[in-house]
């Protein structure tokens, strides 16, 4: 093979590499086809579906129907935070043009730099439980859970159908 032909063939190699990523959803904006739009629709609730395996326990806490645990609240503050940092990826494919099963409404993706500040309202607030735990500052716990569950409300009211 002459060097000419090498590069052609590992040229071709890299577009196609970025055309699969790109086919992936996280980078695209918009779903390209029904299975696409399925598929991110399925990851975006099956991410909040980990968001409500975490927030669960803390909401109970928050209610008095189980005791504050130190080691579950910061473990799952943790993980909220970590779910925020890959939300954005997870809700930026826009799949309206699709007929999906979703709670999502059609104003997600209009502007979605507001999405982007209603997830770093989250991660602040997971945070912030975070470190009112690692203080042990047992007064602060009730706020600082119900701050979190503030978060997930404001992008609910605003982007989630009931
Ligand atoms: C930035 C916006 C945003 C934030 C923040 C957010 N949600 Fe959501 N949530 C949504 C949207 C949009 C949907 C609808 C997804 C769909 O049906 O495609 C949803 C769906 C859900 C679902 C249903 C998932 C399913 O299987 O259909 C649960 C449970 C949920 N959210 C819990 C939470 C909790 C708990 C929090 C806070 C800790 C939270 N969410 C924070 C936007 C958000």
Redesign the pocket.
């Known amino acids: 093979m002459t060097s000419g032909i090498k590069r052609k063939v590992i040229m071709g190699l890299g577009a196609s590499l970025v055309s699969l990523i790109a086919a992936s959803g996280v980078y695209a904006n918009e779903a390209t086809s029904e299975r696409h739009a399925a598929a991110a ?1 399925q990851y ?2 099956a991410l ?2 980990l ?2 395996s975490n ?1 669960g326990p803390l909401g109970g806490m928050a209610k008095g129907a189980i005791p504050f645990d130190e080691s579950v609240m910061k473990t799952n503050a943790v993980r ?1 935070e970590q779910l925020a940092d890959m ?1 954005s990826d997870y ?1 930026v494919t826009d799949t309206r043009k699709f007929n999906v099963e ?4 059609d104003e ?1 993706w209009e502007d979605f730099s507001d ?1 982007e500040a ?2 770093e ?2 991660r602040a607030a997971a945070q912030n439980l975070a470190s009112v735990v690692e203080a042990g500052d047992t007064d602060g716990y009730r706020a600082a859970i119900g701050k ?2 503030g ?2 409300k404001s ?2 009211d605003a ?2 159908a009931d």
């Open positions: 629709t975006r609730q909040f579906q968001v409500r927030m909220l939300m809700l979703t709670s999502a409404k997600m999405v209603k997830i309202a989250m979190v569950g978060s997930c992008c609910h982007y989630k």
